[in-house]
């Protein structure tokens, strides 16, 4: 289905919600992120002009309140998509960028961070696709990427990026995580030693600025946490009745740097 305006991507969206065309439809793509962000922009842009200012983007708007905007517009717009059923495939660009930090080159979406961070709200994997070569190749995981990632921990990484390979590295990965998860679950419990959260806490801290300072990646300590607390969880937001999951994740954090 074509797009040409934010106006047409919300009607699409719209006709996308009625119970006939649901009933056809399983998985929305949207292709590319990077179009879509310049459509919203655009419509706030002008949204937000007045007669004294006019803007022809958002993010020429002062203070950033225009790019928010951006990421909050295409938010909700996902989140109906997500709330009528449909599975969905965000597709954008990708460029090297240097880190004013580090000043290493790392590989970054070339979308703005403020949709960034509203895509991967609804991503169970970011996926890297480097096309160099005959075939391309798919990247759960990557040394100059810090924002790719995937749920599943023991994932095949890398694969011939096809439909056919993603889905059988998904389901291979499953079921291994399915295996796992309840044997560490039980570890983490199965002595009389008592932990303490804030004292566990404060020890996984420490431990995620060695393994950052080791180069380990955030999206791999982060998937190390949520095998153990769930999707979306935080060491720093646990729970007094967690202190011996959070203990266990420490450990599996320490076996890594080491």
């Known amino acids: 289905m074509p797009i040409n305006s934010w106006a047409q991507f919300k009607t699409a969206v719209r006709n996308l919600k009625n119970k006939e065309v649901r009933e056809k439809f399983s998985v929305v793509v949207i292709d ?85 961070q509203a895509v991967c709200d609804f991503a169970d994997f970011s996926i890297y696709i480097d096309p160099k070569g005959a075939t391309s190749t798919a990247y759960f995981r990557h040394p100059k990427l810090d924002n790719v990632g995937c749920r599943f921990k023991d994932i095949e990484n890398p694969i011939e990026f096809s439909y056919e390979n993603l889905c059988k590295a998904i389901k291979d990965a499953a079921e291994k995580q399915s295996d796992n998860l309840i044997d560490r679950r039980e570890r983490a419990v199965s002595d009389d030693t008592i932990y303490f959260v804030e004292k566990e806490q404060q020890k996984f801290k420490e431990a995620t600025e060695r393994a950052i300072e080791k180069g380990i990646l955030p999206s791999q300590i982060t998937l190390i946490v949520e095998s153990y607390l769930g999707d979306g969880k935080k060491i720093a937001n646990a729970q007094p009745r967690q ?9 599996e954090l320490e076996e890594l740097i080491n």
């Open 32 to 116: 590319t992120l990077d179009l879509l962000q310049l459509y919203c922009s655009k419509a706030i842009g002008m949204n937000m002009s007045t007669e004294r200012n006019s803007y022809d983007f958002a993010e020429d708007v002062d203070f950033g309140r225009g790019g928010k905007r951006v990421g909050q517009e295409i938010k909700l717009q996902l989140k109906e998509l997500e709330g009528a059923g449909y599975s969905l495939i965000l597709i954008a660009h990708a460029a090297e960028k240097e880190n004013f930090i580090t000043k290493q080159t790392q590989i970054k979406p070339t979308i703005d961070a403020n949709v960034y």
């Open 243 to 251: 202190a011996e999951l959070v203990h266990a994740a420490l450990k």
